[in-house]
């Protein structure tokens, strides 16, 4: 379950994102602990398609849309703000591209210390030889 990608086409009212994963969808709902829970088996999941998000917040950039669905989408919903997630975006590009920076932080510091305890294994083991 966890590891399958959203292969529904975009709808933007329902928050469906081809190519994201579970733990995109805990990023964008501010899911703290999922987002623990899901990073050790997703840490590597990057965007499979390029996506628009809607934003809470103005981009600092005037994001070019070119996919007409979206863009039909976005009017319809009358979304003025959104942000634009490249295909292959990992979980901390994505994360700073929605101004998710306490995300971006906790998933830095996770790895850390995921990164930490292997070199501990790792001098471990070569001592116990």
């Keep these: 379950f966890y ?5 529904r086409r975009l709808d933007l009212k329902n928050q469906i994102y081809p190519g994201f994963y579970a733990i995109h969808y805990a990023i964008i709902q501010n899911s703290q602990n999922i987002v623990k829970h899901l990073l050790k088996r997703q840490i590597l999941s990057k965007i499979l398609v390029d996506s628009c998000i809607p934003a809470d917040f103005n981009p600092d950039y005037a994001p070019q849309l070119d996919d007409f669905n979206s863009l039909t989408q976005l009017n319809r919903l009358q ?14 590009m994505f994360c700073l591209l929605l101004h998710k920076f306490q995300t971006a932080k906790s998933i830095m510091d996770t790895i850390s210390r995921m990164d930490s305890h292997r ?11």
């Design 3 to 7: 590891d399958i990608c959203e292969e």
């Design 79 to 92: 979304i003025t703000n959104f942000v634009l997630i490249p295909r292959g975006s990992s979980l901390l």
């Design 119 to 129: 070199k501990r294994r790792s001098l471990n083991s070569r001592r116990n030889q």
